[in-house]
DNA sequence: ATGGGTGATCTATTATAATAGATCAAAATC
DNA sequence: GATTTTGATCTATTATAATAGATCACCCAT
């Protein structure tokens, strides 16, 4: 059913999500059933106004009556805001795991080789920047089979893996002051799987 | 009752008087009933989305959610799009009956006095200004019970009346552009405390 | 395999918004 | 003084949001 509040329940599901909040998380800090955080982010009901409120509040947004003529520079200043470097929870998780991972790695492999690995995830983390969780898993996973297969080589190709990935990272945020207007952090009319 | 939603209450009202538009005319726009309308302007509901989208709509608003932190600043947009000099349609109303109103005691008045007249009436409607409708309604006042009179004195004081209106209104409308200039545009509090 | 966390989807019950329509008092208008 | 407009307040009916709680499949990690 579409109640033409799509943006709205796009939007909400976003900020969720960028505050790395579960629906049962934030059905706790709204007072709201989780099953009811979902139909609503699956835009299943039209919700009353004090619900739109409540979750709202949870996620530090407020509803607001905007004229027509406001909208572009509203959406421009919500943009700008939304985009500050503040670090998804998702990617922090997933960063706080390979670390974990490495931690792991470097108690059974040869100093030399985890010293260049880990300057390297040190760079990383100290990217301000919004990174994909999926690449880092990817990493992780990476890293994971060379603990279990234990190769020196495996080593360098990891290391060789996380430079390249520190380099795409280093570029995107110098060139994101330019870029930053067709990259819009919250997206008010899709959802980011694809 | 109160939801916590008061501020959409007292906006979408004061949006609507802002339009000239009784709650009958507002509940044609919008496809809802106008008891509805009152319920809702008076906060005794708590309406679903999707009636205030309507309503908002036909008011020429939009439904946002807006982070904390650029609430000022939209805040400040939305007051200086508010503040932009469209005609409030209550003042156009009544200009409209002062025109006729000059138009009936012209068919029955000595030409000269009413040129004058009818150059000031002319000269307040070019004013693309908001004018308090009340002032607009007490011309016409005098107009009204200059035709039951026939005064010839009467006729020319009305004249003074309406030039000091339209000074009036002049030097506001003047004094406006330079306040307009320098609008300091929208400025965020970004202390990007990350 | 197992268990914790995720989000979607059921159930059943209650609360109330939304609707169409009538009525009313008070202004505004004629 | 009579008429119209306005906004608030009723009634009665229907539609559905909100709720509590259980369940399910899915991923992830042990």
């Known amino acids: 059913m579409s109640y033409g509040t799509e943006q709205l329940a796009a939007q909400l599901k976003a900020a969720r999500e960028a505050k790395g909040l579960s629906q049962r998380e934030l059905s706790a800090l709204a007072g709201v059933p989780q099953s009811h955080i979902s139909k609503i982010e699956n835009n299943a009901v039209d919700l009353r106004v004090s619900s739109l ?76 920047s919004q990174i994909d969780p999926d690449i880092l898993k990817k ?22 893996n996380i430079r390249a990935l520190r380099n795409q990272l280093a570029h995107r945020a110098s060139s994101q002051e330019t870029l930053r207007a067709p990259r819009p952090a919250y997206r008010l009319e899709e959802d980011q799987d694809g």
């Open 53 to 128: 409120s409540h979750i709202a509040h949870a996620l530090n947004l407020e509803l607001m009556l905007v004229p027509r003529k406001a909208i572009p520079a509203v959406q421009s200043i919500t943009r700008s805001v939304a985009s500050a470097p503040v670090i998804n929870a998702a990617t922090q998780r997933e960063l706080d795991r390979i670390r974990e991972t490495v931690d792991a790695l470097a108690s059974h492999t040869s100093r030399a080789s985890i010293d260049n690995l880990q300057r390297r995830i040190r760079e990383i983390t100290q990217i301000q």
């Open 139 to 160: 990493v992780r996973r990476i890293l994971e089979s060379i603990e279990s297969s234990g190769s020196h080589e495996a080593v360098n190709l990891a290391v060789e």
